[in-house]
């Protein structure tokens, strides 16, 4: 594609990250409007549209309609994440919302492990613009599927009797409601918690979204043939697949809450490191499924960490603002990445980058754990 339309390695690299910008302009709108008219019909709106205008890639013509379709993009498919995680706050309980978020999650990897090589399978076999027509339809289908059967409220719930509705309601007031307050949108959105919990995500993301989009590039800098980008690409997100589930197996028996992210996101740094250091393919493949790992185990615990203690639509704006701001990272990943490969000619740079950010990111969980604790103790005295 890139050859086709005639992109650089820093403009694929602005391309890649512009969807970000679109997701940003319209991620906490879009979680409000969620909260209002309710998540079948809003999430449904989301994957048709998303997918509508996945298959739009296939009319790019150059740089400049590459950069509308992302940025298209984004504004489709904002608010998904922080839709489906504060859909899912609804139903399940502080002891199982990390299970929870987990499995939700885990799919992101395995989608990458299996989409990586068949849109590799389906270039070779049409071309590039075919691939996103195809890879438009199942987004599509789900859409409609989740409208047609997503329940709204626990009330909704067809697969529940009435008793075991009443339990779960009863359940989640006895947890929620007992510290969660009632408070605007706009002064969540000026909550100290709830920034710092956004820079956490942003530092994260930053390479997250940077290794998705330059993973396939560096495997075929390190000599590995086209035909099996997209089968060694799988590897590592096939690692941060178990790793999302392990890591998870083991937080929901400790409540050590600093390690849930910290450690995740070492690991990734040190991926990092060793994948600039080594031009041996079998140790580079180590070092990205370390990265892999780390990012994306880290990513999912970072969702079990306190969250500010608001309700309804204020609780909907804080979980997209993290979400929001975090996801600025996707546009300065991949955007970064490509001005350092552009001007040093190599990766080993902007490895070292990446390995300095996701460090940080996993170092913020002793700001957001401290001003957790300092919020409980402040509620546990006006009580």
Not at 359 to 372: E, Y
Request: proline share 4%; charged share 10%.
């Amino acid at each position: 594609m890139n050859a086709d339309i005639g992109l650089s390695a820093a403009a694929y690299g602005f391309g890649a990250g512009i969807f970000f910008l679109g997701y940003f302009a319209f991620e906490i709108p879009s979680n409000l409007i969620l909260q209002k008219v309710g998540a079948r019909r809003w999430i449904a709106r989301i994957m048709v549209t998303w997918g509508l205008l996945s298959m739009c890639m296939a009319l790019v013509q150059g740089p400049y309609s590459f950069y509308a379709v992302r940025f298209l993009l984004g504004l489709a498919e904002a608010g998904f994440v922080p839709g489906v995680v504060y859909y899912m706050n609804q139903w399940y309980t502080k002891r199982e919302i990390g299970r929870a978020t987990a499995i939700f999650f885990a799919f992101g990897p395995i989608a990458n492990a299996v989409g990586a090589p068949l849109s590799t399978a389906l270039i070779e076999a049409f071309d590039w613009r075919w691939m996103f027509i195809i890879e438009g339809i199942p987004a599509i289908i789900l859409g409609i599927v989740v409208f047609l059967r997503l329940p709204d409220r626990v009330e909704d719930a067809k697969f529940l009797n009435n008793s075991q509705k009443s339990v779960l309601r009863a359940q989640l007031q006895a947890e929620g409601n007992s510290a969660a307050k009632h408070a605007s949108p706009l002064s969540a959105l000026m909550d100290l918690p709830t920034l710092a919990l956004a820079l956490q995500y942003f530092l994260i993301l930053t390479t997250g979204y940077a290794l998705n989009m330059w993973l396939p590039q560096i495997v075929r800098e390190l000599g590995v043939q086209t035909s099996m980008v997209g089968w060694v690409v799988a590897v590592p997100y096939i690692a941060a697949a178990l790793a999302i589930y392990f890591w998870s197996r083991y937080t929901k028996y400790t409540d050590d809450r600093l390690f849930y992210v910290l450690i995740p996101c070492a690991l990734g740094a040190l991926g990092f490191v060793i994948g600039a250091l080594t031009t041996n393919p079998l140790i580079s493949m180590f070092a990205f499924c370390c990265v892999a790992a780390g990012i994306y185990a880290g990513g999912s615990a970072y969702w079990a960490l306190p969250r500010p203690a608001v309700s309804g639509a204020a609780a909907a704006a804080a979980i997209a603002l993290a979400n929001s701001l975090g996801n600025l990272g996707g546009f300065t990943g991949p955007y970064l990445f490509g001005i350092i490969r552009d001007t040093t000619g190599n990766y080993e740079y902007a490895l070292f980058v990446a390995a300095a950010f996701l460090l940080s990111g996993g170092l913020m969980s002793f700001v957001n754990i401290r001003l957790a604790r300092r919020r409980e103790a402040l509620i546990v005295a006006a009580r």
